[in-house]
C-alpha cells in the first residue's frame, strides 16, 4: 500500500522542486496582503520601476479583453528583474518592483481602470492593487530620501529600433527648438526634476547628461536624446502613457517618471542582452544621471 502511496505523494512535490516558479522567485515575492497577480518588490533605493505589460497569467475566470491593445511587451518582467538584480551587485540596495503578473489579454494596468479591467471585479482589484504598489514606493522614496525616478518599462517593435524615452511630450512637441520646447517643462512627468536639477529642461531632456545621451554613449540610441531629438513625421514613437502620467511629477510629487519602451531585438530578446543593458542601464543612472539631477550618486540611504 506505501509502497504505491509514497511515489503517488512524491511526484507532486518533485514537480514543484523543478517547475519554472523556481525558489528564487518564491523569495521575490512580496509580504502577505496583496493579490496573486501583482508582484511588489520593496526597494531601498530612490529609483521605483514598473512593467505592467510583461505577464503571462491568463487565469479563465477574468474574461479576455475586447478592444484595447492586448500584446504582451515580451520579457519586461525579466528585464526588470535584471535590472534590480544588477542594483544589488553593483549598489547593495535595490530600486522598488511593481509587476503585473496578468497577461495584458486579461489587464492592461497601463490605461485607466475602465479600459483597464473592463468591469471584472478580479482585475479591477488587481489594477488597483498595481497603482496602490507604486503610489507605496513613492511615497516611501519621497520621505526617505526626498526625491526619485521612476521608470515605467515597455517594449516595442518599431522598425527604428531607438529606445522611446517618454516624458508627456508628443513627436511634434519633441521636435521643437529649444526655447519653445522649454515652455513645456510644466506639463511633462519629469516636471519636478526638471525644478530641481541644475540643468536646463532641454539638457534634461536632450543634452550631454540627459538619459537619451548615456544610453546613446553605451550604444542604445534613444529618442530623445542628442543624436535623435524627436521622431520623424510618420515614425511610430510612445509619449507616455497613463502610468507616467498618474505617478510622475506632472501633477505633484517629487517622484519623477519617464515611459522606458525597449525594442526587441538587442535589449530584450536575450538573456545575456537583457543583462547587458541592465549593467549599462545601473551604470548610467548611478554614476551620471542621479549626481547630475539629484545631486548624489544613486545609493541606499545611511544609516544616520
Ligand atoms: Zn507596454
Known sequence: MFAHRFPLLLFPLLALAFSPVSAKEKEDKAPAGQGPYIEYIPGTLPLVISAPHGGYLKPGDIPDRIGGKVEQDSFTQEMARAIREEFQKRTGGTPYVILCRLHRVKLD??????????????????????????????????????????????????????????????????????????????????????????????????????????????????VPGPTVHAPAEGELYFPGGYDTQIHGSRDGGTLSGIQMECPFVGVRDTKPHRENFAKAFCEVLTTQYFPAHFGKPLGPQKAP
Open 109 to 222: 494596468c497601463n490605461r485607466e481602470i475602465k479600459e483597464a479591467a473592463q468591469g471584472n471585479p478580479t482585475a479591477e482589484k488587481s489594477w488597483r492593487d498595481y497603482h496602490a504598489f507604486i503610489e507605496k514606493a513613492k511615497a516611501e522614496v519621497e520621505q526617505k530620501f526626498g526625491a526619485g525616478l521612476y521608470i515605467d518599462l515597455h517594449g516595442q517593435r518599431h522598425e527604428q529600433g531607438r529606445i522611446e524615452l517618454g516624458y508627456l511630450l508628443s513627436g511634434q512637441e519633441l521636435a521643437l527648438d529649444d526655447d519653445a520646447i522649454t515652455k513645456q517643462a510644466g506639463k511633462t512627468s519629469v516636471r519636478e526634476l526638471d525644478q530641481r536639477s541644475p540643468a536646463s529642461f532641454v539638457d534634461l531632456l536632450r543634452g550631454e547628461v540627459s538619459l537619451g545621451a548615456l544610453l546613446d554613449a553605451k550604444g542604445y540610441t534613444c
